[in-house]
């Protein structure tokens, strides 16, 4: 599989240099990658030479900027020593752990492989092996967990001096094996009031400690936001590599298939097996509504006003001042940012401002 992640690669760039099939090619010549991405799946099963490969193969055939951010997802269980000093030499510069809790009860409930001694731990161990710059996830809003344990996980990643954490309410989506066991009374339902309770205190307590919750899941301290994410945010472009990887030019979405064999077979052949969606105006304003409403930057009337229309624009604060409650926003310098009551109903806020 390494060996065909890494011809795709390749393939993407001699498709921009030779400006053939231009739009698997995603960015034009000379665009810089600032950030590479090692998530999906369980990327800290690579091998330390394996990742140097990749890195390797990407700055041959990128331009890649000398203060990229290099981000590998891990799990507590996946992580040692050694393997933290081999990412690191490897060229991995920040961790995304996916800690989950710090709870045994809800980490079992989750189905997770780690336990909280393994969460506790594995921070302790970036440390050593000299990272300053990492996430970890938190999910609230589980089952049984009361407020007072939701409070002490937080507090247990502002005592580590955790840098960056994402946090997620627990959700149950549809056709899934938790979806069939809450069905079958075999696991309690989640509380929609109870996770809307935690996710207030969490931001209570962020804010209270100097964390920037620069986007709705997410919390860093200063100079420590996720550059890579940020990026999504922000609808720059994107490559995705390997099967079902997604990709993003500002006019379409592509993503490979997903079958790994079908993958393979294709890059044999040296073709990349891929579907596209050219994005629509329409679709293209509905995703910077729902995106920039969940930044701290918030909404910028302006660029509506300048990448779509006046009547947009003007459509948008309408809505806004005659449908959404006032102590849910602030109209500041043209920009429409949600307060924290705001955040609770983000979703909500952004399908009444949809085209």
Known sequence: MVNSLIREIELRSSFLK?????????????????????????????????IISIIDSIKQNYCVADDTEITLEANPDDISLEKLYGWKKAGINRLSIGIQSFIDRDLKWMNRAHNAK???????????????NFSTDLIFGTPGLTNDEWKENVQ???????????????????????????????????????QAAQYSALMKTMSGVGYEHYEISNFAKPGFRSRHNSSYWQGKKYIGIGPSAHSYDGKMRMWNKANNGIYI?????????????????????????????????????QFIKNNFSNNERNRIENVIKNEVEKEMYLLNNKNIILTDEGKLFADGIAVKLFV
Do not use: W
Request: proline residues 3%.
């Open 18 to 50: 030779n400006e053939i099939e231009n739009d698997i090619s995603v960015i034009s010549p000379g665009e810089i990658i600032e950030t590479i991405y090692f998530g999906g799946g369980t990327p800290s099963l690579l091998l330390k030479d394996e």
């Open 118 to 132: 393994q969460a506790l731990a594995c921070i302790m161990l970036a440390r050593k092996a000299g990272f300053q």
């Open 156 to 194: 247990k990643v502002i005592q580590l001096d955790v840098p960056h954490i994402a946090c997620y309410a627990l959700t149950v989506e549809p056709k899934t094996a938790l979806q069939k066991m809450i069905d079958l009374k075999k696991k309690k339902n989640i509380d929609s009031d109870m």
């Open 265 to 301: 077979k294709s890059i044999e052949e040296n073709r990349i097996s891929f579907e596209k969606e050219i994005l629509t105006r329409s679709q293209k304003l509905n995703e910077y509504i729902m995106t920039s409403l969940r930044t701290m930057g918030g909404m910028d009337l």
